[in-house]
């Protein structure tokens, strides 16, 4: 501590070491504040409700541990089959927004054809229009296709929100691999669907994005599970907390349990994509 | 250029292109635009109790700003809705922006940690959000009262937030705020750092003070991600449910104290104990909240960012 505070004291004026300590404080304060409510719904999921309500900032200890939460959440709402569901939504959804997307995207930024710009901008529109407004419309359209009350309908259905701002960032990246690349490739005989292949691993930052950019919401959204898939069988996480929060909302120890369970995955998922996600937002940003 | 002028000598439309954009041109062609056509559609049109359509024109939409049960719903769920949006662009935009300005510096040790720390909430579900907050705020467990005596602001200790008419809409706002500053904060944060050091450098040899640079350098260089942030904000609040819905339920209370557009389509369209499920109505509040978007996004395009381009020419 005492070297690095004399590497501050060459290396600023002291009005510059208050700033500095100001920015920190704030820092420190605002990230406590963002953590806080997280941390205390995560200690007291492992405490008995006495000590819910005794003690709430403390952690839980001998006397005060508890799994009742857990135990009840496990026994009166099938968690695992929500998870399924919600990794089956996200999965097949991601799959179909990023193999469908670097398709349109290639075809887009790599040929020139009669209507190009026209497509481009046909298949841009949907990034700022939300596509809940034509919910009504999408639920008869799935009941019409024998689709409702599937995981297949949220498939589908994110997969054509997702696709638009996907198509969108890989058009932009996929016009910067070189043509040199392509043209070698071409004279050796290759057909264009090779060559395809050949170039998503050069674009493979943009996939990243693409992919962590719809990941998370994906699995947090409420509206389209409570409208498209509500049956306890095909119920997502997100709707399916939301249903048992409902029910057991005077149960303390089962609301934060399955309050806690439910973070858990998308938490670990951010811990992994953190870094994606984030050079993500930043790059999206410059454009 | 070879490829266009084979197209002009009458060759035929290669196939592989059309294999490259179908599958994405199907499926966001019939999930995403033909049902937002559709429901526009639907919005022209009133259905009896068998289904049967009669095309009514813009009936709806003069039955919803005029007619004595649906035009309080319609005019309190835009009041509430500009009031959301009014919070979010005054609370969460400056502050992204000063946790942002305070995260580019060079010389903050743990930027990275911060950064990643203070985004944690935006990647969680807003319906845990909505819980966890509800949790918090309830006088029952009295976590947001030992901070009101904690600073000494007793008379609120004990203050329902959620279940009061006066507050639940702003106490609802400031939630989603609390969520939500991480996506301005990091749209700021990557405008802040790819201004070029020269120019902040410049500017301090000129004798310019670090809020004297902030103001007269680097916000005109940001003002293009304003925009987007702005624009983000705008569509996301008119378009927001889930909090409304997980914390308030169906019928936004306390006396539609917290309706917003959102939930008043919802509660519209697929009905709600009393009251069965109206689709074409439905489709109208969806047709009014489109027009709504539809004109920010307008605005924003023609209005803010053509005069930017114009600025920085």
Not at chain 1, 176 to 184: E, F, G, H, I, N
Not at chain 2, 114 to 123: A, D, E, G, K, S
Request: contains cysteine; proline residues 5%; glycine residues 6%.
């Amino acid at each position: 501590m005492s070297s690095l505070s004399s590497t501050l004291m060459r290396r600023f004026r002291p009005a510059q070491q208050i700033q500095l300590m100001a920015a920190h404080v704030i820092l420190l304060t605002y990230t406590a504040f963002a953590l806080f409510p997280i941390v205390l719904i995560l200690i007291n999921s492992f405490k008995t409700r006495k000590a819910i309500f005794k003690s709430p900032y403390a952690l839980p200890d001998a006397d005060t541990w508890s799994t009742v939460g857990y135990e009840t959440v496990f026994k009166r709402a099938n968690f695992p089959d929500y998870f399924r569901n919600s990794l089956i939504v996200t999965l097949g959804a991601l799959a179909l927004i990023l193999f469908f997307g670097t398709m349109a995207a290639w075809a887009l930024s790599e040929y020139r054809f009669p209507g190009n710009n026209l497509m481009g901008l046909y298949l841009a529109l949907g990034i700022m229009i939300p596509i809940r407004l034509g919910t009504v419309s999408i639920l008869r359209l799935c009941v019409d296709l024998g689709i409702v009350d599937t995981l297949l309908a949220l498939i589908l259905v994110y997969t054509a929100s997702g696709l638009p701002l996907a198509i969108f960032v890989l058009t932009n990246f996929m016009k910067q691999v070189p043509r040199d690349l392509k043209d070698a490739a071409r004279v050796d005989g290759a057909s264009e669907y090779r060559i395809y292949r050949m170039i998503l691993p050069l674009v493979r930052p943009a996939i990243g994005t693409v992919a962590v950019f719809n990941m998370i919401p994906i699995w947090n959204d409420l509206w389209f599970p409570l409208i498209l898939a509500p049956s306890e069988r095909n119920k997502t996480v997100t709707l399916g907390a939301q249903t048992f929060l409902g029910q057991f909302v005077s149960d303390w120890n089962a609301v934060l349990a399955s309050l806690t369970l439910s973070a858990v995955p998308v938490v670990i998922l951010y811990i992994i994509f953190s870094r994606q996600l984030i050079r993500g937002l930043t790059a999206g940003a410059v454009k | 250029m070879k490829l266009a002028t084979q197209f002009r000598d009458g060759r035929r439309f290669p196939l592989h292109i059309i294999v490259f954009l179908a599958p994405a041109v199907i499926v966001y062609t019939m999930f995403m635009i033909y049902p937002l056509v559709d429901s526009l559609r639907l919005s022209l049109y009133t259905s009896d109790d068998r289904g049967n359509e009669t095309f009514v024109g813009l009936d709806n939409y003069h039955k919803l700003v005029t007619d004595p049960l649906w035009e309080p719903r319609l005019k309190g769920a835009i009041i509430n809705n500009i009031k959301f949006f009014a919070i979010h662009m005054l609370v969460q935009n400056p502050l992204g922006l000063l946790l942002a300005s305070l995260l580019s510096s060079p010389y903050i040790r743990g930027r990275t940690i911060y950064r990643t720390l203070i985004f944690t909430p935006t990647v969680l579900s807003v319906v845990l959000i909505g819980f966890i907050w509800s949790m918090i705020l309830s006088p029952l467990w009295g976590i947001s009262g030992d901070f009101f005596t904690a600073i000494g602001l007793e008379q609120y200790a004990k203050k329902p937030w959620l279940g009061l008419e006066s507050t639940a809409l702003t106490t609802l706002s400031l939630v989603s705020v609390w969520q939500w500053v991480g996506i301005p904060m990091m749209l700021f944060l990557a405008a802040l750092i790819s201004i070029p050091d020269e120019l902040i450098e410049a500017a301090r040899v000129d004798g310019a003070t670090g809020w004297g640079v902030f103001w007269r350098v680097k916000f005109p260089l940001i003002l293009p991600t304003v925009g987007i942030v702005s624009i983000l904000t705008f569509v996301g609040n008119f378009n927001a449910f889930d909090l409304i819905y997980t914390t308030q339920k169906v019928n936004a209370g306390p006396n539609f104290s917290t309706d917003i557009l959102g939930t008043f389509f919802y509660r519209t369209f697929f009905g709600q104990q009393l009251q069965p499920g109206n689709p074409t109505m439905g489709a109208t509040i969806a047709g009014v909240m489109f027009l709504i978007i539809l004109t920010g996004v307008l605005l924003y395009m023609f209005g803010w960012q053509r005069r930017i381009t114009q600025v920085e020419l």
